[in-house]
């Protein structure tokens, strides 16, 4: 990133999109597990 500033907003972006990914899946995980501990 320190030796290509153009492909710094790219690289963000992809990073926040990766993340917010992992925390839908890691939520979903959550309330499917909920699910069957209540069942």
């Known amino acids: 990133m320190d030796r290509n500033p153009a492909l710094k907003g790219k ?20 309330i499917i597990a909920f699910k069957i501990i209540g069942e």
């Open 11 to 30: 690289i963000m972006t992809f990073m926040v999109l990766f993340v917010a990914l992992v925390e839908v899946t890691a939520i979903y995980g959550l």
